[in-house]
C-alpha cells in the first residue's frame, strides 16, 4: 500500500492539513504502507521555496516521517510538480491527439461575462463547449489576434461515476452536473491541480488517496482523466473538514491555525498529533492522552466519522498541559529555558532558577506560560492582576498590609520570613482562613492563585519580600 500526503507550498502547513497528514502517517504505519510527500507547486506566483520548507519543518517537529519525496528522494520522483511538466505535457498531447481534449480560445472576460448572464438567471455556469469543434482556420484566426489557448477536457454525456469512498461511502457523479468540459493546462501553460494530481498518483503507484472532503467535487473529473488515459483509479477516503467552535469553517478568527504558531508557542508535537489524530473518531476506550502506537493500533478509516470534527482550541490546551505535566523536569526545564531567555527572566543561581520553574510548571498549560509563571519571582514589585487589585483595596486587605507593614519593622526578618509572617499577622490581627490568605498572596505575588505559599516564600527572598509589602502599604494602606 502507498499513501501521499500533497501539500501547497504557498503559506504555513494549516491545522487541517495537518490532519491530513496525520491520518495518513496513522494508515501508513498500521498497515506498513509507504508515505510519500508530493509538493503540488504548480501556483508559481504563490508557492515558496520558504513555505516548502517550512511545511517540512512543521511535519517533521510533529513526528512525521516520509519515505519518499523531494528532499529524500524515491524511485518516483521528481516529487515536486514543477520539475514534472515534461511529464504533464506527454500526457496532454495524448488526450489531444485522441480527442479528449481541445483548445479553447475563449478569453477571461468572455467567461466572466457567460457566467454573470447564469447568474442572473440563478442557474450554475456550464461552459457551453464554444471551442469544441473549431476548425484550423477559425483557431489560427484567434492565434493571429493574439489569444492563447488554454485546454479543455471534453466531458462525454451520459457517464455515470461511483466513488467506493472509504469513509462517505458509495458516492454516485453524473458528467452532465460537473460544470462541462473543464480546464486542465491554463493559457500559460501550466496544467491544473485537478488534471495532473491523478497522473501523479498513478505513476507514483498511489493506492489509497486519504484527503479532505473538500476535493470530493474534484474526484469526478480526476476519474474522467484516468479514463479517458486508461489508467487505474486509487482507493479514495474523504475526511469531512474541521470546524471552529461556531461550526463554521476553521479559520484564523477563530484561533490559532498554524502548526509554526503552536510551535512558537509551546506546544508539545506529541500533544498537537494525538489531538489532531483523533478529531472525527473516538478509541473504544474512550481514552484521550494516548501514544502514538495506540492511535495506531485502533486506527481504520471507516472509524472516522461522516460529520465535520469541532477543533476545540481548549481541548488542545488542555491536552497539551497534560503532556507538559508528564514530561521529566530537565527535558521540561530545556523546553521552558528559551522562554525565559527571551524575556530576560534568567539568573547567575542556575539551581534557584530550576527551583523556581519546578514550583509553577504545574500552572503551564503551554510552555511560553512560563513567562508569566515566574514572573513572580523577580523584581520588587508585581503587576497586580485586577481582582487582586480590587481585593487590596478593601478594608480587610489594608488590615493585613498595615500588620504586614508592622510586623517587617519589628519582629519578622530574613531568618523567619517565611514561617513566621501569616501566623504573627493572625495573631495581630485576628484574621484568618481567605480574610488573611488572599490578601496576603495578592500583595506578595499579585494574584489570587498561584503555587503554595510555603514553596514562593523562600524562594522569594526577604528582601524582595519586605519590599513589596512596602510598596503595598504605600499604595493601599497608608
Same mark, same amino acid.
Given at each position: 500500500m502507498r499513501v501521499r500526503f500533497a501539500p501547497s507550498p504557498t503559506g504555513f502547513l494549516h491545522v487541517g492539513n495537518a490532519r491530513t497528514a496525520v491520518l495518513n502517517y496513522l494508515f501508513k504505519k498500521k498497515y506498513n504502507a509507504t508515505y510519500i510527500l508530493r509538493i503540488e507547486d504548480t501556483d508559481m506566483e504563490r508557492s515558496t521555496k520558504e513555505s516548502e520548507e517550512s511545511i517540512l519543518n512543521d511535519l517533521t517537529w510533529l513526528g512525521i516521517q516520509w519515505d519518499e519525496g523531494p528532499d529524500c528522494g524515491?524511485?518516483?520522483?521528481?516529487?515536486?510538480?514543477?520539475?514534472?511538466?515534461?511529464?504533464?505535457?506527454? *500526457?496532454?498531447?495524448?488526450?489531444?491527439?485522441?480527442?479528449?481534449?481541445?483548445?479553447?480560445?475563449?478569453?477571461?472576460?468572455?467567461?466572466?461575462?457567460?457566467?454573470?448572464?447564469? $447568474?442572473? $438567471?440563478?442557474?450554475?455556469?456550464?461552459?457551453?463547449?464554444?471551442?469544441?469543434?473549431?476548425?484550423?482556420?477559425?483557431k489560427k484566426a484567434f492565434e493571429n489576434q493574439g489569444r492563447k489557448p488554454t485546454v479543455r477536457f471534453k466531458v462525454k454525456e451520459g457517464i455515470t461515476l461511483t466513488i467506493d469512498d472509504q469513509i462517505k461511502g458509495t458516492v454516485i457523479f453524473n458528467s452532465e452536473n460537473i460544470g462541462g468540459d473543464f480546464i486542465i493546462v491554463r493559457s500559460d501553460g501550466v496544467p491544473v491541480y485537478n488534471y495532473i494530481v491523478i497522473i501523479d498518483d498513478t505513476l507514483m503507484n498511489v493506492s489509497h488517496v486519504i484527503r479532505g472532503e473538500d =476535493?470530493?467535487?474534484? %474526484?469526478?473529473?480526476? +476519474?474522467?482523466?484516468? +479514463?479517458?488515459?486508461?489508467?487505474?483509479?486509487?482507493?479514495?477516503?474523504?475526511?469531512?473538514?474541521?470546524?471552529?467552535?461556531?461550526?463554521?469553517?476553521?479559520?484564523?478568527?477563530?484561533?490559532?491555525?498554524?502548526?509554526?504558531?503552536?510551535? !512558537?508557542?509551546?506546544?508539545?508535537? #506529541?500533544?498537537? /498529533?494525538?489531538?489532531?489524530?483523533?478529531?472525527?473518531?473516538?478509541?473504544?476506550?474512550?481514552? #484521550?492522552?494516548?501514544?502514538?502506537?495506540?492511535?495506531?493500533? !485502533?486506527?481504520?478509516?471507516?472509524?472516522?466519522?461522516?460529520?465535520?470534527?469541532?477543533?476545540?482550541?481548549?481541548?488542545l490546551k488542555w491536552m497539551n498541559s497534560v503532556y507538559l505535566r508528564n514530561l521529566p523536569f530537565e527535558k521540561a526545564f530545556d523546553l521552558f529555558y528559551p522562554y525565559i531567555e527571551k524575556a530576560h527572566l534568567t539568573a547567575s543561581d542556575n539551581e534557584w532558577l530550576k527551583k523556581v520553574v519546578d514550583t509553577v510548571r504545574g500552572n503551564c498549560e503551554i510552555a511560553s506560560d512560563i513567562v508569566k509563571e515566574i514572573g513572580l519571582f523577580f523584581g520588587d514589585t508585581v503587576e497586580f492582576e485586577e481582582d487582586a487589585e480590587e481585593l487590596l483595596s478593601?478594608?480587610? $486587605?489594608?488590615?493585613?498590609?498595615?500588620?504586614? *507593614?508592622?510586623?517587617?519593622?519589628? %519582629?519578622?526578618? $530574613? =531568618?523567619?520570613?517565611?514561617? #513566621?509572617?501569616?501566623?504573627?499577622?493572625?495573631?495581630?490581627?485576628?484574621?484568618?482562613?481567605? +480574610?488573611? /490568605?488572599?490578601?496576603?498572596?495578592?500583595?506578595i505575588t499579585g494574584r489570587l492563585h498561584g503555587p503554595e505559599l510555603d514553596k514562593i516564600l523562600p524562594l522569594l527572598g526577604y528582601d524582595r519580600f519586605a519590599t513589596r509589602i512596602e510598596y503595598c502599604y504605600s499604595r493601599f494602606a497608608k
Open positions: 524515491g524511485n518516483f520522483g521528481p516529487y515536486r510538480q514543477s520539475e514534472r511538466f515534461d511529464i504533464y505535457h506527454e *500526457y496532454t498531447e495524448k488526450l489531444l491527439s485522441s480527442g479528449n481534449a481541445y483548445h479553447c480560445y475563449c478569453t477571461q472576460e468572455e467567461l466572466d461575462a457567460q457566467r454573470k448572464i447564469a $447568474a442572473e $438567471a440563478n442557474k450554475p455556469f456550464i461552459y457551453p463547449g464554444t471551442c469544441r469543434n473549431l476548425t484550423l482556420e477559425q =476535493h470530493l467535487p474534484n %474526484t469526478p473529473k480526476q +476519474m474522467l482523466i484516468a +479514463m479517458a488515459l486508461g489508467l487505474p483509479v486509487p482507493t479514495y477516503a474523504h475526511m469531512p473538514l474541521l470546524l471552529g467552535p461556531d461550526r463554521t469553517k476553521l479559520s484564523k478568527r477563530h484561533g490559532i491555525t498554524s502548526v509554526s504558531v503552536y510551535r !512558537e508557542q509551546g506546544y508539545l508535537p #506529541e500533544a498537537l /498529533f494525538n489531538y489532531l489524530g483523533l478529531l472525527g473518531w473516538t478509541l473504544e476506550s474512550g481514552e #484521550e492522552i494516548v501514544p502514538v502506537e495506540k492511535l495506531v493500533s !485502533e486506527f481504520e478509516l471507516s472509524k472516522i466519522g461522516k460529520s465535520s470534527a469541532i477543533f476545540d482550541f481548549q481541548k478593601t478594608h480587610e $486587605a489594608q488590615t493585613v498590609i498595615r500588620a504586614a *507593614y508592622e510586623l517587617i519593622h519589628s %519582629t519578622i526578618n $530574613a =531568618h523567619n520570613y517565611s514561617t #513566621e509572617t501569616l501566623g504573627s499577622i493572625k495573631q495581630k490581627t485576628g484574621l484568618k482562613g481567605k +480574610m488573611l /490568605f488572599m490578601p496576603f498572596r495578592a500583595m
